[in-house]
């Protein structure tokens, strides 16, 4: 096996600190957002839509970097995490007239547009590499 140099497995396994921190902080911040369906919560929409928000957007732009470190480029392409983390970071000013709730679905909706985007641009770099090997 291979020896790999110090620096960049330490920032693989720290950097995973960054990850689950914005983990955590997701899961406060869906909990705010639940308790403000049930019951009055002393905070703004817009506040508990960048709860999610935020760390949403924090895990995307960890794990990239993590997955970056580790396999020398990352799978997910840099424009398209950069949009998303923009509309993620935007998304929560629409929480005044469209709600908590539709502000949670849609940071839901642009992971999954960005999961998406990935697995097509994968997808299509096998097959035009498939393609050039039966040629």
Do not use: D, K, N
Not at 1 to 28: K, N, T
Not at 74 to 79: D, G, I, T
Not at 104 to 109: K, S, T, Y
Request: hydrophobic residues 65%; glycine residues 8%.
């Amino acid at each position: 096996m291979a020896e790999r140099p110090a620096a960049p497995v330490l920032l693989v396994g720290y950097g995973h600190f960054g990850v689950f921190a914005a983990l955590a902080a997701l899961g406060a911040g869906l909990e705010v957002a639940v308790e403000q369906s049930g019951h009055h919560v002393a905070a703004s929409p817009q506040a508990i839509g960048y709860a999610v928000a935020i760390p949403a957007a924090g895990y995307l732009a960890s794990l990239w970097a993590v997955h970056a470190l580790a396999a020398g480029a990352p799978v997910v392409r840099a424009p398209a995490l950069l949009l998303c983390l923009a509309a993620l970071l935007l998304l929560p000013l629409t929480a005044a007239w469209a709600g908590v709730a539709a502000v949670v679905v849609l940071v839901a909706l642009a992971c999954v547009a960005l999961l998406a985007a990935t697995l097509w641009s994968v997808s299509r770099a096998v097959v035009t590499e498939r393609a050039a090997v039966r040629s």
